[in-house]
């Protein structure tokens, strides 16, 4: 079935330090790819998201590009901040729909200053 | 303001004790689901609603039993919890279910301990 893998964390950056979370996919089919964020306390929310080959999402300094030859979506940012700190969720579409979410593991980070 | 509220946020229970947790969206959301999180796995998916009354199994929905009788709630039942169901459970919402791959709305969580 579909799946998602997440490097395995806590990945802890010093602040202004450049974010990579590897991210890769088993699919049939043409998912949609996605970055979920979860900050302490609170439920996920939609960080961004790509929806064919080629795409790139971006939003608040991430980005990630969907790339169907290496079925990845690593999640990057330039410089993280001590607020950036909390658990990323890679994801995908399945489904007739597509509305049902296939999550990965999540990885934690935790940025010092 | 738009939002997924769950209560109870907190539960602790004993085995075997009926509880319900309930979920309310104020989007008009068609598309409602359960999810639960557990360390190591991510998020699975239990059940799921694409409109009123149509309900279906996600992932893991042994143990668990949900109704949506009205577009804004969408509960979730657990007959005779056991153990292996402490967990943190997500409500989450999107606008269509069968207009493709749209944002999902969480709720912040109901934490659940089963003794």
């Known amino acids: 079935g579909d799946s998602v893998t997440q490097m395995e964390g806590p990945v802890t950056l010093s602040e202004e330090a450049f974010l990579t979370i590897n991210c890769t996919y088993t699919?049939?089919?043409?998912?949609?790819l996605f970055w979920y964020v979860q900050y302490p306390g609170e439920g996920l929310q939609l960080l961004l998201k790509?929806?064919?080959?080629?795409d790139k999402g971006s939003n608040k300094g991430f980005e990630a590009t969907y790339r169907k030859e290496t079925t990845s979506f690593h999640l990057e940012k330039g410089s993280v901040q001590v607020s950036d700190s909390a658990v990323y969720f890679c994801?995908?579409?399945?489904?007739?729909?597509?509305?049902?979410?296939?999550f990965g593991a999540g990885t934690i980070l935790r940025v010092k200053s | 303001e738009a939002q997924v509220t769950q209560n109870p946020r907190y539960l602790i229970t004993v085995t075997g004790k009926k509880l319900t947790v309930t979920c309310s969206q104020n989007?008009?959301?068609?598309?409602m689901s359960w999810y639960r999180q557990d360390p190591g796995l991510g998020l699975r998916q239990i059940y799921y609603?694409?409109?009123?009354?149509?309900?279906d199994k996600g992932d893991v929905p042994e143990g668990y039993k949900v109704s949506r009788k009205e577009k804004r709630n969408f509960p979730l039942i657990l007959e005779s919890p056991s153990p292996n169901q402490t967990s943190l459970y997500f409500c989450?919402?999107?606008?269509?279910?069968?207009?493709?791959?749209?944002?999902?709305?969480f709720g912040e969580g109901s934490r659940l301990t089963v003794l």
């Open positions: 989450a919402s999107s606008l269509s279910a069968t207009g493709g791959p749209g944002e999902l709305f």
């Open positions: 609603s694409m409109n009123v009354e149509v309900t």
């Open positions: 790509a929806t064919k080959a080629d």
């Open positions: 699919a049939t089919g043409y998912p949609s």
């Open positions: 994801a995908l579409t399945q489904g007739e729909y597509g509305n049902k979410l296939v």
């Open positions: 989007m008009n959301h068609e598309y």
